[in-house]
């Protein structure tokens, strides 16, 4: 399989594929759930899940704290400038992990523990150490777990490293975005190259082996010649795992973005170029694509799941250790329990006054229907492993699948012409430039974005490239 891709060919499907479409961290995507869904709703999902006491967990705990508000962030977040606003969301948030375990009864194990934000790294060390024991004294973490937690450059001190190694945490990804101080300045901010190579070299000598980059790709001011440069600087630092996300300006839902300047965003031709560049300079240095965005070290374990078909992903990422049920805690946490999603409110107040009464938070979810999993199934195998295989999924849901899915092979043979998929024996696979446009193949098995005129429904999601 050849590597290297035609730039000249990639303009040409930019061009034609660049639209509004989902990120599928979920399917069916999270504007179809229903406000209808109530806390009693997952309170009986629990109940279900319970009853299979040997199956571990997956935890998600979102700190929803900041210093200062960066212009590009689209996660939900809130700038506290003390302690004592964090003390009395760990309150709520000892409440809920207690609500949850109590739901779940003996069903305990947990197989991955993941901490975001927000700034997880902007507690105290005390309340770094209460928010973990809170958790493990109702649960018990698997000894080859994946622990981890998203950190700050700027705020992150070799004793808080160092408290995250005693405590258990084996992964850690650092925000970097971009090394390039005249990008970091048109996204309100400032960081250091040396801080975020004092923190690597930190962690690097506190023992930790697995560490993960975020950058992004698409940011106001970004060009061939500078983001060149970050992923030089990058490489040179060799972190296990890159995230490598597209920037999704969306003013009008979040407000802090309306401080960009959209003039200084690049055309969807140098976006694709951007991440053209990346996908290239990872390749050539030892790393190995991992679903849409993400670049590890070719041992790293998930380019070994990857090579198997056995990747897998959710809200936390792409992942091996992904449990069937994964349980989100604090507000607007994400659960997925019995094949129901759940999320919590967005507000703190909200989120803060239902637990204080003793009720979850959750103010929409779905239930999926066996229609919903077969396509979940299809999105996120062509998303995580460039692949669709009918006889797994036929035995999987009994069905036959591609009789199931004929009108969606039918609507496929256009992309399938333009050389982004083939038909291979017994299902689909993903072609290496078609993995630039795996998103416009995934929505393709999306019913509910065809339910009302595709423009409409698409225009509350980014652009596919
Ligand atoms: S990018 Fe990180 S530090 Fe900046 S506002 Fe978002 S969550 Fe907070």
Not at 72 to 87: K, R, S, W
Request: aromatic residues 10%; proline residues 4%; hydrophobic residues 40%.
């Amino acid at each position: 399989m050849s590597e290297q891709i035609n730039q000249v060919r990639i303009a040409e499907l930019v061009k034609k594929y660049d639209q509004a479409g989902p990120r599928y961290t979920s399917y069916p995507t999270a504007p179809e759930w229903s406000d209808q869904y109530a806390p009693d709703d997952y309170m009986e999902a629990l109940k279900v899940a319970s009853n299979s006491p040997g199956e571990p967990l997956s935890f998600y705990l979102h700190i929803p704290f900041c210093r200062k508000r960066c212009w590009f962030c689209g996660c939900t977040t809130m700038v506290v400038t003390t302690p004592d606003a964090i003390d009395r969301y760990l309150d709520r948030v000892e409440l809920e992990v207690a609500m949850v375990a109590d739901r779940l009864g003996g069903r305990k194990k947990v197989s991955q523990f993941h901490w975001g934000g927000g700034t997880p790294s902007f507690l105290t060390d005390a309340q770094t150490i209460r928010a973990f024991e809170l958790f493990t004294r109702k649960f018990e973490i698997l000894g080859d777990a994946e622990v981890s937690i998203e950190l700050d450059p700027r705020t992150t001190t070799r004793e808080c490293v160092k408290l995250l190694k005693k405590l258990g945490f084996n992964r850690l990804s650092m925000g970097v975005q971009d090394f390039m101080h005249d990008v970091q300045e048109a996204i309100g901010r400032h960081q250091d190259s040396a801080m975020t190579i004092s923190l690597y070299e930190i962690c690097r000598t506190e023992g930790f082996e697995s560490i993960n980059f975020d950058l992004i790709y698409g940011l106001p001011k970004q060009s061939l010649a500078g983001f060149g440069e970050t992923l030089d600087r990058t490489i040179g630092l060799r972190p296990d795992r890159v995230a490598l996300f597209s920037y999704a300006h969306l003013p009008q839902r979040q407000p802090n973005q309306r401080s960009i300047d959209p003039a200084a965003l690049p055309s969807a031709q140098l976006k694709s170029e951007l991440f053209g560049l990346a996908r290239q300079r990872f390749l050539d240095n030892g790393y190995v694509q991992i679903g849409m965005d993400h670049f590890v070290l070719f041992d790293d374990e998930l380019a070994l799941a990857a090579s198997h078909g056995k990747l897998r992903r959710n809200f936390m990422g792409y992942t091996v250790n992904a449990a069937k049920d994964w349980l989100g805690i604090g507000m607007s946490s994400i659960s997925y329990v019995s094949d129901n999603f759940a999320q919590n409110k967005s507000e703190i107040d909200g989120y803060s006054a239902a637990i204080d009464i003793g009720h979850f938070a959750t103010y929409r979810g779905q239930r999926l229907s066996k229609d919903d999993l077969i396509r979940q199934y299809a999105i996120m195998e062509i998303m995580c492993n460039f692949r669709l295989d009918f006889a797994e999924a036929d035995r999987r849901f009994g069905i036959d699948t591609r009789n199931y899915l004929k009108s969606e092979l039918i609507e496929l043979l256009p992309l399938m012409a333009d050389g982004l998929l083939v038909e291979i024996d017994g299902g689909l696979e993903v072609t290496p430039i078609g993995r630039l446009f795996v998103r416009n193949i995934a929505v393709t098995f999306d019913t509910y974005l065809k339910k009302v005129a595709d423009g409409k429904a698409r225009a509350q999601f980014s652009r596919t490239i």
